[in-house]
């Protein structure tokens, strides 16, 4: 009786740790172009090692060999972490050096707790459900919103940042995870959706309600306003506004801003160029009956936000983050309040969506739906 697969690939991917080992103690490894050239044997090995995991099955997804190959990464940063908090040692000092210095940044270590737990616990569900003929469709789209927004925040703060003048040749390992969240996301949003057909005549009633009878999509819509209000008031805060309210804003409640790392100011223009679009379009959805592509989109903006504030949050707070831009004791609850709001908003919209779609579905005519069960 073969293993699971979702089993196999939990343990390849602990052989991360050894590989960090290896790296931080073999004096043969610990050169640039030799970090990048073992880095490019070990995901070729891991690639292998997929290959023979699954040869007796057919039809084998495409996607598989991103989540699998990207639970080998989620293992690394978890060691990463775990390391920077001194839980262990001995894995990442020379690599961190080296390598990708940044790492050792607050965001950076809350970034590889966000992968080390959350995406390697939902590699390993849409493994599992991959191979039981089950859909992982928007499981697949969390991952791939909070990827895409992980990937937009840490390059360009890594760059732009106090890092930026010492980028390594094994930052070019990024690359790929970079672009293979975006392939993902385009070959889920290509297959259906596989929801249930709703009848066209409860459809058009629930379309025919204004937002005064859908008190919860009233809601909705008034915190996706807040929402936007305050991704513009962050996006000037960082944009050195002079207005008396960033002034105070910045130095009495979220210092951690203009922190010289980068992430911050780069999280806030992210905020500021795609969430406030993406905030006033789930308005339109809102208030537009028939926006069927709402399922979808609110599932990756949810992923995505979800992951960022997370590393916002965390970072903020963390030792590692130095005190003078660190949120102030007297304020931590207000800031944590308020950006914790600001996470929610596309979790309920996304929950929204999937909890009664109704609103959201194509109009169908009564004629079609009647002719269609005549048929049957």
């Not at 001995?90 to 995406?119: I, N, Q, R």
């Not at 999937?354 to 194509?362: D, G, Q, R």
Request: aromatic share 14%; proline share 6%; glycine share 6%.
């Amino acid at each position: 009786m073969r293993p699971p697969t979702e089993l196999c690939v939990f343990l390849l991917a602990l052989l991360a740790p050894a590989v960090l080992y290896a790296i931080n103690n073999v004096p043969a490894l610990q050169q640039p172009l030799g970090m990048v050239g073992l880095g490019m044997v070990v995901l070729g090995s891991v690639v292998l090692l997929l290959l023979l995991t699954v040869r007796h099955k057919q039809n084998i997804d495409p996607l598989f060999y991103v989540f699998a190959g990207f639970s080998f990464t989620c293992l690394v940063g978890l060691t990463n972490a775990l390391e920077q908090d001194g839980f262990i040692q001995g894995f990442m000092g020379f690599y961190l050096k080296m390598g990708e210095p940044h790492l050792s940044t607050a965001y950076s270590v809350l970034m590889c707790y966000w992968d080390g737990v959350v995406h390697f616990i939902v590699f390993l569900l849409i493994i599992h459900r991959m191979f039981k003929g089950k859909s992982y469709r928007e499981l697949g789209l969390l991952w791939a919103g909070s990827s895409i927004a992980n990937q937009l925040v840490s390059i360009p703060g890594t760059v732009i940042g106090k890092y930026g003048s010492n980028i390594q040749p094994a930052f070019l390992r990024n690359v790929p995870f970079f672009l293979l969240p975006f392939w993902a996301a385009s070959l889920l949003l290509s297959r259906p959706q596989g929801m249930a057909i709703i009848p066209a005549d409860k459809v058009a009633m629930e379309q025919k309600k204004s937002l005064f009878y859908r008190p919860i999509d009233a809601a909705l819509l008034f915190g996706a306003l807040a929402a936007m209000a305050f991704t513009v008031f962050r996006g000037f805060v960082v944009l050195d506004c002079s207005l008396d309210a960033c002034f105070t804003y910045i130095y009495q409640y979220e210092p951690y801003l203009k922190d010289p790392v980068g992430f911050p100011r780069v999280m806030m223009l992210v905020y500021l160029f795609y969430a406030l679009p993406l905030l006033a379009v789930c308005l339109y959805g809102l208030s537009r009956p028939g926006c069927i592509w709402m399922l979808d989109w609110t599932l990756l903006f949810a992923g995505a936000v979800t992951q960022t504030q997370w590393c916002h949050i965390g970072a903020s707070l963390h030792s590692r983050t130095a005190y003078t831009y660190r949120v102030p004791a007297e304020n931590w609850r207000t800031v944590v309040i308020l950006n914790v709001l600001y996470a929610a908003i596309p979790i309920l919209l996304a929950l929204r969506c999937y909890a009664n779609p109704t609103y959201f579905m194509k109009p169908v005519t009564k004629g079609q739906t009647n002719a269609e069960k005549k048929k049957n």
